[in-house]
């Protein structure tokens, strides 16, 4: 080995703590930018694989009746390579041991045995024989979650009749790879699960008899989406179609997709100021090392060494820091892909996933790494190759300070020498501080932005709990019925309140803009539902006209007073032209309100409900579930406070492992500033700050002059690191929302104080772990050094 | 004479560097008498700097005793050494060991902020003749006037001891002379006890005392009746 690559090692075994300090920087850059694109690239894969080998569909409709011969219109459509049509609904299910009603998809099956299109993967078991009327297969989740297996009998209130049916087999289906009940929010496999049974008992119970009411399609390559969409809908109009869609619009993949969506962001926002960190941290601290080295750099060139091969040294040293940050980088974040996947899992039920993080990412994350590192060091190295021999031997010229307008100011205070020196060495060195300043800012920037997620969810439950809906229990009806079922709903055990909704499916459409959505009636003296104005206020439904959600209203370019198509996708089918009265705040869903008298005026109908809004005493709970489950007219059911309790549950399980995992992102990037900071600031000022020891100082008074320069520093950078914390969110806000859910921008104070909290005590923990350094110095000798 | 202000009894001092021992003081008796000035001769290695930094609390003996006015230095804890250094003894070091980042003014503020009755710094720094200079940083000041900021930084806390270790080892002749003026005349006006480390032996004739070192020990002891004024002093 050369004695300069020797000298190399042993630099970098010297300097261990702070190449470490900034090799974690670094590697944590690296490690998101794998975990994130590693398990995004997994995930897809999967996904696309799963989706394939099921021949998931690409366009859904549902429709009220339509004869099966409308299948064969329905293939002739261009772009149409394949159909499956099928009985659709939603029962009540009663589960042996189980006092709350859950409810299930059921899917018929089609007479010739498995489905042409999103086929269901046999988990354990066999799907149901043809011809047998009472076995099912169901999906997975749902079974294990109830203990169900095959050859067990659980009981599904069909068509108002209590019916026995027996688990043949439990499957997966790319339609449910995340599954939830209508309204809910997250997966709750004890309460929602899907079945797949025979057509001929489930178009008997729904019935459907020689119809269907739900239909699936796959496309031909090259074919036209909204075309297709577009004929489907003209097809199924007369049978209450309720609108087709692609995949963008199926509520599986909405979730995945938007999962996705948030790793891609995720690694396109975080990695970068990871590296930007380490960047200026390499370039610190090699500027200093070579400043201290001059006299070696003197010597080697004054034996001959070319100030490229010396360049090339310092770059070595610097790419070995780089090399450390990026395998510990490599390291860390395949293992928590692995992780993440197998998380994911939980929520995404696939029948296998592929964890493929890919060379790719690897290989772009140590470019990028290296990259950053390199770049970092380039001024420093620079610096080296161009000394002069003769004046590289020379000892630096002593730094020269001017009174500056800081002078004036502190003068006025009448500050202590201690804290002049703290200012001075501030206003002497701007780059350095500001360096210092923005790299803790930094930190507290990721801590605020990732933070302010869980705050975002806090007032989207918030929002959607306690100041939109604050019914206990939502029924869902079979049909639609009079209004009076309120009244008869009254009677139901431990009901105290009753409030009838109406909702139905309605295309809104304004210039080229169109999107699917519902419409909400809301009624007079309504006060279970409320909506709210954009400011949170709530707000009163005008007499005419359409409220519609910000979301929505931007997407279809709409503002107050504007007129917009409304096509209604339920009979009456109506088109209207309708002003939009108010926009309203909704986070959850993009549904659209109006008046009740208002809209019943307009559908000519007298008014009718298909939702039951109630408040009912948690002490009558078990009687009123049983009263439910007997009931024929109700398919399905909606705990509110269920929903919420399982809400928080999930969030509160998640949250602390996601804050210690971010708190050690925004811990790793203060040390690492703040430690390398201190060291130069000691490296510098030993002779300094040893001489005020000698003068008869105290530890402490000297500590001071460290540690407060860097805390000072560390202070100056919070305001900073929140307004940096602020931006991040805003783009957080705008990129992640989607239309299941809209993410607010909502940053609380206790949010700000954690984050500034973390870095602060942090920073402390580096600078006293440096100043320790500052003991070790024996007096005597500092001061027979002269740099 | 006065009575004695430090006692040092039977010191040794041994360096362990790696596997080297180095015996730096080899057995030290002395005292040091108020108001004197006192000039400690030596050739480099002599052991006249671990002296000094042992009767200024840097170090700690080996073995043996150092008393100051009664108080056994060589038992007091680390604490109490820096309150000894900063009421009672004033530093002046060969390369000044100023603060770059304060002013003259403010280096000598930085002392007679923690000091029990110092004078203001605007008279530390007008008995050393820098009353013009006091706004300057040390980069703005020559080799000698920085010496005597720190001169009157030492002073200024109205120290019992001023140790001084090669004060004119970084300057010239003519310079030095004044560095050397400031000294004397603050030994002579404040009576501060002044030893003076030096392998320049021209300084000796500003003495009441001349102590030789070789090799960790005091070779010889010289008594001044009639010490010069730096002035006529040359090198």
């Known amino acids: 080995m050369r004695a300069l690559d020797r000298k190399l090692l042993r630099d970098l075994r010297r300097l261990w703590a702070q190449a470490l300090a900034i090799a974690l920087v670094l590697g944590c850059g690296v490690m998101v930018l794998v975990l994130a694109t590693g398990t995004e690239r997994s995930l897809r894969m999967t996904r696309a694989s799963y989706y394939d080998r099921s021949h998931f569909a690409e366009v859904f409709a549902q429709a009220t009746r339509a004869p099966k011969g409308l299948v064969t219109d329905i293939a002739r459509i261009p772009g149409v390579a394949q159909v499956e049509a099928r009985v659709a609904m939603t029962v009540l299910l009663d589960l042996p041991g189980m006092l709350r009603p859950a409810q299930a998809r059921v899917l018929s099956l089609p007479a010739t045995g498995a489905p042409v299109l999103n086929r269901p993967t046999l988990r354990l078991g066999r799907l149901p024989d043809p011809g047998q009327t009472d076995e099912v297969a169901l999906s997975e989740n749902f079974a294990e979650a109830s203990n169900l297996r095959p050859g067990m009998s659980f009981a599904a209130i069909l068509n108002g009749q209590r019916r026995d049916l027996r688990v043949t087999g439990l499957v997966l289906s790319p339609e449910f790879i995340y599954l939830i009940g209508p309204g809910a929010l997250l997966p709750d496999d004890r309460h929602f699960g899907v079945i797949w049974m025979n057509e001929d008992p489930a178009a008997a119970a729904a019935g459907l008899t020689g119809a269907f009411n739900d239909v699936s399609l796959r496309l031909v390559r090259g074919a036209v989406e909204p075309a297709v969409i577009a004929a489907l809908d003209r097809l199924l109009a007369p049978y209450g179609g309720a609108g087709a869609y692609g995949r963008d619009r199926q509520i599986s993949d909405v979730f995945l997709s938007s999962e996705l969506d948030q790793l891609h962001a995720m690694a396109v926002i975080l990695p970068p100021i990871f590296l930007i960190v380490a960047a200026f941290l390499v370039n610190m601290v090699l500027g200093r090392l070579i400043l201290l080295e001059r006299p070696i750099i003197g010597l080697l060139k004054a034996s001959g060494f070319t100030g490229r091969e010396i360049a090339v040294h310092y770059l070595k040293l610097s790419i070995g820091i780089a090399v450390l940050g990026v395998l510990l980088g490599w390291g860390v974040g395949w293992w928590l892909g692995q992780q993440m996947t197998g998380l994911y899992a939980q929520f995404y039920r696939f029948p296998y996933l592929i964890y493929a993080p890919g060379s790719a990412s690897f290989a772009l994350s140590g470019v990028m790494g290296i990259g950053a590192v390199v770049l970092g060091a380039l001024r420093a190295v620079r610096a080296s190759a161009r000394l002069a021999p003769a004046t590289a031997m020379l000892p630096p010229a002593p730094p020269f300070y001017r009174r500056s307008l800081i002078d004036r100011l502190a003068e006025g205070l009448r500050l202590r020498q201690t804290t002049m020196m703290i200012l001075r060495s501030i206003t002497r060195w701007p780059g350095r501080a500001a360096v210092t300043v923005l790299g803790v800012a930094a930190a507290i920037s990721v801590l605020v932005a990732c933070f302010f997620t869980f705050d975002s969810i806090d007032a989207v439950i918030d929002e959607a709990f306690t100041l939109t809906n604050r019914q206990h229990v939502t029924l869902q009806l079979t049909r639609n019925a009079p209004a009076s079922v309120a009244e008869d709903a009254a009677h139901l055990p431990g009901v105290m309140r009753v409030e009838g909704a109406f909702g139905l499916p309605v295309r809104l459409t304004h210039g080229w803009h169109s999107a699917l959505t519902s419409v909400e009636a809301q009624g007079q003296g309504t006060i279970l539902t409320r909506v709210l104005g954009e400011g949170g206020q709530p707000l009163v439904v005008p007499p005419e006209g359409l409220v519609l959600p910000e979301t929505l209203a931007r997407k279809l370019d709409l503002r107050a007073g504007d007129r917009v198509t409304m096509a209604l996708l339920a009979p009456p089918r109506d088109t209207l032209s309708l002003p939009v009265a108010r926009i309203m705040r909704q986070s959850l869903g993009e549904t659209v309100q109006i008046a009740s008298p208002a809209l019943f005026r307009l559908m000519r109908e007298a008014p009718q409900v298909n939702r039951l809004n109630l408040l009912v005493d948690p002490r009558q709970l078990p009687a009123f579930y049983a009263a439910v489950k007997a009931a024929p007219a109700v398919d399905g059911i909606l705990l509110w406070t269920e929903v919420r309790k399982q809400f928080d549950e999930t969030i509160n399980e998640n949250i602390l492992r996601s804050v210690i995992v971010y708190a050690i992102l925004g811990i790793l990037i203060t040390v690492g500033v703040i430690y390398n900071a201190a060291r130069i600031q000691l490296s510098e000022r030993a002779y300094e700050l040893a001489s005020l020891r000698v003068l008869g100082f105290t530890r402490a008074e000297v500590g001071y002059v460290l540690v407060g320069e860097l805390m000072l520093l560390t202070v100056l950078a919070i305001p900073l690191g929140f307004l940096g914390g602020y931006g991040f969110s805003a783009l957080i806000s705008a990129g992640f929302s989607s239309e299941v859910v809209r993410i607010p921008l909502v940053i609380t104070r206790r949010t700000y104080a954690i984050a500034g909290l973390i870095a602060f005590v942090s920073a402390l923990a580096a600078t006293l772990l440096v100043r320790r350094r500052l003991d070790r110095v024996t007096l005597a000798t500092a001061l027979k050094q002269r740099e | 004479m006065a009575?004695?202000?430090?006692?040092?009894?039977?010191?040794?001092?041994?360096?362990?560097?790696?596997?080297?021992?180095?015996?730096?003081?080899?057995?030290?008796?002395?005292?040091?008498?108020?108001?004197?000035?006192?000039?400690?001769?030596?050739?480099?290695?002599?052991?006249?700097?671990?002296?000094?930094?042992?009767?200024?609390?840097?170090?700690?003996?080996?073995?043996?005793?150092?008393?100051?006015?009664?108080?056994?230095?060589?038992?007091?804890?680390?604490?109490?050494?820096?309150?000894?250094?900063?009421d009672h003894v004033g530093f002046v070091f060969q390369f000044y060991n100023l603060v770059p980042s304060l002013t003259a003014r403010e280096n000598v503020a930085l002392v007679t902020e923690i000091a029990r009755a110092p004078m203001r710094p605007e008279e530390a720094l007008d008995r050393v003749g820098l009353a013009n200079r006091i706004d300057h940083f040390p980069a703005e000041l020559s080799g000698g006037e920085q010496q005597r900021v720190a001169i009157a930084r030492a002073i200024a806390k109205r120290p019992d001891v001023l140790l001084c270790d090669e004060p004119t080892g970084a300057l010239d002749s003519k310079t030095g002379v004044t560095v050397l003026e400031a000294l004397y005349d603050v030994n002579r006006d404040l009576g501060t006890v002044t030893a003076l480390i030096t392998h320049n032996a021209a300084i000796r004739q500003m003495a009441n005392r001349v102590i030789r070192m070789g090799d960790g020990r005091i070779v010889g002891v010289e008594d001044n009746a009639a010490p010069q004024p730096p002035t006529g002093i040359e090198w």
């Open chain 2, 3 to 86: 009575g004695a202000v430090f006692h040092v009894q039977s010191v040794t001092k041994t360096y362990t560097t790696g596997a080297v021992e180095v015996l730096a003081l080899r057995g030290i008796d002395l005292e040091l008498y108020e108001g004197e000035l006192v000039v400690f001769l030596g050739a480099s290695g002599s052991g006249k700097s671990t002296l000094l930094n042992i009767l200024g609390a840097l170090d700690r003996p080996s073995s043996g005793h150092v008393l100051f006015r009664g108080t056994d230095l060589t038992g007091l804890s680390e604490a109490a050494l820096t309150a000894f250094r900063r």
